[in-house]
Each structure stands twice: as structure tokens, then as C-alpha cells.
């Protein structure tokens, strides 16, 4: 089971829509501000919101992520965010994983969820991982 690790990498701490630029900024290990600039360009691409799937798909993209379908239990149910060690191997895990919960992202990172709330009861829908 993943732990949970609250952090809030906004620069002036603000608890705002930006779970996006977060998630970017915590698993791809960048600055908030270029994960900004990165949004930024696929926005002037794409003409989608700032936090929309699309934006966060293509800058992931550029990193060598993929799109994963949702996962699911033997019994058909949706795993939480704290039972993703149960389906992702150690090396996604130590690369980092973007979640996609009920519109909004986490990061999965070693042995913890990351996120500046405890998302982790929430039914996991997409997730992103790294392709070598």
C-alpha cells in the first residue's frame, strides 16, 4: 500500500486549480514555472484549457509517457489511489506516475502518492507512465 506524502509544490503555497502543474512539477522533477511554460505551448497548440487531459497528454508525451486504461480488479472494481503498487512494477513506480482521479492528478513516486490532499480512497481512472 502507498503512503501518502503531502506536498504542495506551489511557489506561494496556494491551494488552487493547479493540480496539473503540480503533478508535472512532482513527477517529472522540473520547476513549477517551466511545467507553466510547458502547458503554456501546448495551449497556443491546441487551444484546450490550460488544465484539460489534452494539454497534460502532450506535454507528457514530450517526456516519453503513455496513456494507460483504467485499471481494474478481478472483480471488475477500480483500484484507489493507494493500491497502485499492486498493479505498477518498481521501475514506473521509481520514474514516477501521473493518476487521473475524478478530474484532478496525482503523482506516484517510489513508495508514495503525492499531492497537497489525501486523494488516496479515490478510484483511479487513466494513469501515465514512462516507455523507454
Not at 496539473?20 to 513549477?32: E, K
Not at 487521473?100 to 499531492?115: G, M, P, S
Request: glycine share 4%; proline share 3%.
Amino acid at each position: 500500500m502507498l503512503k501518502f506524502l503531502q506536498v504542495n509544490v506551489n511557489p506561494k503555497k496556494r491551494k488552487t486549480a493547479d493540480c496539473s502543474t503540480r503533478a508535472l512539477t512532482s513527477c517529472l522533477n522540473i520547476p513549477y514555472d517551466t511545467a507553466l511554460d510547458l502547458q503554456l505551448e501546448e495551449v497556443k497548440k491546441c487551444y484546450y484549457d490550460f488544465t484539460s487531459r489534452q494539454v497534460i497528454e502532450r506535454v507528457l508525451k514530450r517526456f516519453g509517457y503513455v496513456k494507460c486504461k483504467t485499471p481494474r480488479k478481478p472483480d471488475n472494481t477500480r483500484y484507489m489511489v493507494k493500491e497502485m503498487d499492486q498493479v505498477l512494477t518498481k521501475e514506473q513506480l521509481e520514474n514516477g506516475v501521473i493518476v487521473n482521479v475524478a478530474r484532478h492528478y496525482v503523482v506516484l513516486k517510489d513508495d508514495c502518492y503525492i499531492d497537497a490532499w489525501d486523494s488516496g480512497n479515490y478510484c483511479v481512472g487513466n494513469y501515465y507512465v514512462k516507455i523507454k
